[in-house]
């Protein structure tokens, strides 16, 4: 073979190596669009199923940090006896089984939101317990009455959260 055959060669085989490889690239991005495409839809159809279920994960952390809301959460659980200490050992545990009972909420809301959470129920049980180891305090009702005169001061932990999740709940839309 020659050079000029080699070179007659590869002239013929040039326009179909072009077309080949500009119908390679043309299918490529096809086939790149037509699955984003997909991705896309698949997420708008997730996402539509999964909005209730992330609603109703910020409506029950809602109706649990009303709950352990000091101001309602004395007025719900009345003291047994009169021992402060018994007390705020029920009012700890009502405030840890209520928060026990919305674990599963995580998965549906944002690492974010579930640590203010986390600290306002942990918040909440620090004000109970230093309304606890107040001098003034040496019965149940004295401790119903410190904490709420605490609250007085400063704002429920709660409130806080709640005020976060409204926010981001509000992001949603």
Known sequence: MTSDTILQLFLSLLPTLIVAAIAYYFFKGLVDNEDKRRRFLLQKSMQKESLPIRLQAYERM??????ISPNKLLIRVSPITSNKESYESLLISTIEQEFEHNLSQQIYISDKCWNIINAAKNATIQLIRKASMSEKTDTANKLRE???????????????????????VSELW
């Open 62 to 67: 809602a109706l649990f940090l009303e709950r």
């Open 146 to 168: 410190v904490v709420l005169n605490g609250l007085m001061e400063r704002e429920a932990p709660s409130n806080t959260a709640l005020s976060f999740i409204k926010n981001e």
